[in-house]
């Protein structure tokens, strides 16, 4: 609508609506009356819009030969080489995190294998699975409660000189 203001003659006592003056052609006699069109709504002109422009121009590769392009030519490059680290360092974050979330799983897998290793362990040690290993070698258990066999040092160098004549 604001493009329509310049079609409204600024001179005072015209009208508040009355259009710029169209001159007459050759042939045509002026007669000193201004020419008013006759349609009545005022239409606002249509300008181009500036997206699609901006899309012409990036497509048709425009951008590129501007001053303003190759003058912060080594800025775009900049901010390409820290776009692409931040990329790849997005990708090599997300490999670690998965590596983590593997070993996790193997660590529970295993610590599962040792809680049931160990509660085997702990069962065959008992003293009624040993005996029970014990009578398939021929092994039976003793009736008899532990004693201490206690020796004084004349028996024990009594005992070794008689072991000695012997051999």
Do not use: C
């Not at 497509?59 to 392009?69: I, K, Q, S």
């Not at 800025?75 to 692409?84: D, G, R």
Request: proline fraction near 5%; charged fraction near 30%; avoid cysteine.
């Amino acid at each position: 609508m604001q493009d329509n203001w310049k079609y409204i003659d600024p001179l005072p006592g015209n009208g508040a609506n009355s259009f710029l003056k169209q001159e007459p052609a050759d042939e045509e006699v002026h007669d000193g009356m201004d020419t008013f069109p006759e349609e009545g709504p005022i239409k606002p002109v249509k300008k181009a819009r500036k997206g699609r422009k901006a899309v012409k121009e990036f497509l048709g590769g425009d951008y590129l030969t501007r001053e303003w392009v190759i003058g912060n030519l080594p800025f775009l490059l900049y901010v390409t080489i820290l776009a692409m680290i931040y990329i790849g360092n997005t990708y090599n974050t997300e490999k670690k995190f998965k590596d983590i979330e593997r070993t996790k799983n193997e660590l529970k897998e295993l610590r599962y294998q040792y809680i049931t290793t160990k509660a085997a362990l702990m069962f065959r040690g008992r003293q009624s699975e040993i005996s029970k290993e014990a009578l398939k070698y021929g092994l039976k258990e003793s009736m008899l409660p532990p004693y201490k066999i206690l020796y004084s040092g004349s028996t024990i160098k009594a005992k070794q000189e008689t072991t000695d004549e012997r051999h």
